[in-house]
């Protein structure tokens, strides 16, 4: 048997997750809960669990004690001076706003807290960081509200850090980067909890397992990147786990070019994931969906799974494409190969405007 206590990957330890489910840190847990914009992952490599909304880390939980929160998602908002004296005030570290020139970008410091100094969870996300995360997803609110947007946005706005900078105005005055495929990622992560027979999405911004860190490297200077999947999901059939799906999301047409993270390039990196690759994941979602379970998660509180059933599950490739990526998939030429040699005809159509193919 493996040593269940020593955290391997995304999975916590058991005192972590002792502390989620009844101790100091259940607030957040019940924080999760009560907003369903929000959603909870585990990061064992990091001894750490974060709490996402939109696909952008709201908090990140340290098992030393520890609370980040990150400030960037401010940089949008005209009282941002406002809510980082109020978040120094609720002991969070000071805010340092620098620009890097090599990039050129704005730097700022996550903000960290001992959790001893915070009183109340929901008021200080309710009342200082949801707002500012608001003003960072305003123009993409119709992502939100609507699971199907082909059409192009407008998001024109002054990034107010960059002016504080002074920054020349046509350097802060422009577009904000889309946020179309982050909270797609979000929204369907939320979406794909079969429990009994379908896909059960247990993880965000996964990571391959690598031996060690110079494996690592070599994988990143072979493929431009280390190729992590978006999501990892189980399939299950009649409550049994069946298959270990890599997944793969693109949102908008121009994500699906590209040398080196266009669709084409993906679909051949995730095809080298071996069966070494899959056991790995596989037990990790064992023991995720256990954690989920005991924090009463994702519809998992009465779930109990057998680490047997997870043994030697099938690899499985998924693509899921919404908004404009679905018309590009469809009409653009230069994918008509994979689509008839590669792809397994759409195998789930959702209400809701994604659509899912399975790579052969």
Same mark, same amino acid.
């Given at each position: 048997?493996?040593?269940?206590?020593?955290?391997?990957?995304?999975?916590?330890?058991?005192?972590?997750?002792?502390?989620?489910?009844?101790?100091?840190?259940?607030?957040?847990?019940?924080?999760?809960?009560?907003?369903?914009? %929000? &959603?909870?992952? +585990?990061?064992? #490599?990091?001894?750490?669990?974060?709490? /996402?909304? =939109?696909?952008?880390?709201? @908090?990140?939980?340290?098992?030393?004690?520890?609370?980040?929160?990150?400030?960037?998602?401010?940089?949008?908002?005209?009282?941002?001076?406002?809510?980082?004296?109020?978040?120094?005030?609720?002991?969070?570290?000071?805010?340092?706003?620098?620009?890097?020139?090599?990039?050129?970008?704005?730097?700022?410091?996550? %903000? &960290?807290?001992? +959790?001893?100094? #915070?009183?109340?969870?929901?008021?200080? /996300?309710? =009342?200082?960081?949801?707002? @500012?995360?608001?003003?960072?997803?305003?123009?993409?609110?119709?992502?939100?509200?609507?699971?199907?947007?082909?059409?192009?946005?407008?998001?024109?706005?002054?990034?107010?850090?960059?002016?504080?900078?002074?920054?020349?105005?046509?350097?802060?005055?422009?577009?904000?980067?889309?946020?179309?495929?982050?909270?797609?990622?979000?929204?369907?992560?939320? #979406?794909?909890?079969?429990?009994?027979?379908?896909?059960?999405?247990?993880?965000?911004?996964?990571?391959?397992?690598?031996?060690?860190?110079?494996?690592?490297?070599?994988?990143?200077?072979?493929?431009?990147?280390?190729?992590?999947?978006?999501?990892?999901?189980?399939?299950?059939?009649?409550?049994?786990?069946?298959?270990?799906?890599?997944?793969?999301?693109?949102?908008?047409?121009?994500?699906?070019?590209?040398?080196?993270?266009?669709? #084409?390039?993906?679909?051949?990196?995730?095809?080298?994931?071996?069966?070494?690759?899959?056991?790995?994941?596989?037990?990790?979602?064992?023991?995720?969906?256990?954690?989920?379970?005991?924090?009463?998660?994702?519809?998992?509180?009465?779930?109990?799974?057998?680490?047997?059933?997870?043994?030697?599950?099938?690899?499985?490739?998924?693509?899921?494409?919404?908004?404009?990526?679905?018309?590009?998939?469809?009409?653009?030429?230069?994918?008509?190969?994979?689509?008839?040699?590669?792809?397994?005809?759409?195998?789930?159509?959702?209400?809701?405007?994604?659509?899912?193919?399975?790579?052969?």
């Amino acid at each position: 048997m493996r040593n269940n206590n020593k955290p391997i990957n995304r999975i916590i330890s058991d005192s972590f997750l002792a502390n989620l489910k009844t101790g100091k840190f259940k607030s957040f847990v019940d924080l999760v809960k009560n907003n369903d914009e %929000l &959603c909870l992952c +585990f990061r064992g #490599i990091e001894s750490a669990v974060e709490i /996402y909304r =939109n696909n952008h880390q709201v @908090f990140k939980l340290k098992e030393d004690g520890k609370i980040e929160i990150s400030f960037i998602h401010a940089r949008y908002s005209e009282k941002w001076e406002n809510y980082k004296n109020q978040l120094e005030r609720h002991g969070f570290s000071k805010i340092i706003i620098k620009c890097n020139k090599k990039k050129p970008e704005v730097e700022i410091n996550n %903000l &960290c807290c001992s +959790f001893e100094k #915070i009183n109340n969870i929901e008021k200080l /996300y309710t =009342n200082i960081i949801k707002n @500012f995360m608001d003003d960072f997803f305003e123009p993409f609110k119709l992502f939100e509200d609507n699971f199907y947007v082909p059409k192009k946005i407008s998001n024109k706005r002054i990034d107010q850090f960059k002016k504080y900078l002074n920054w020349e105005e046509n350097k802060y005055n422009k577009p904000q980067k889309t946020e179309c495929e982050k909270i797609r990622q979000q929204q369907l992560f939320k #979406i794909m909890k079969e429990k009994e027979t379908g896909y059960f999405v247990y993880d965000l911004e996964a990571i391959k397992p690598f031996k060690n860190d110079e494996e690592r490297k070599k994988a990143k200077k072979e493929n431009g990147k280390e190729n992590n999947p978006d999501m990892l999901a189980i399939k299950f059939k009649d409550g049994k786990p069946i298959a270990c799906s890599i997944i793969e999301i693109k949102s908008t047409a121009k994500a699906m070019k590209g040398e080196k993270s266009g669709i #084409i390039s993906h679909i051949k990196a995730m095809k080298k994931y071996n069966k070494s690759d899959i056991d790995f994941w596989s037990f990790e979602a064992y023991k995720m969906l256990d954690h989920y379970s005991q924090l009463g998660l994702y519809g998992l509180s009465d779930k109990k799974y057998n680490e047997n059933d997870f043994l030697n599950l099938d690899k499985e490739i998924l693509l899921i494409f919404t908004d404009s990526a679905i018309k590009e998939w469809k009409t653009n030429p230069i994918y008509n190969e994979i689509r008839t040699k590669d792809i397994t005809p759409e195998v789930f159509g959702n209400k809701l405007g994604f659509k899912i193919y399975i790579v052969n």
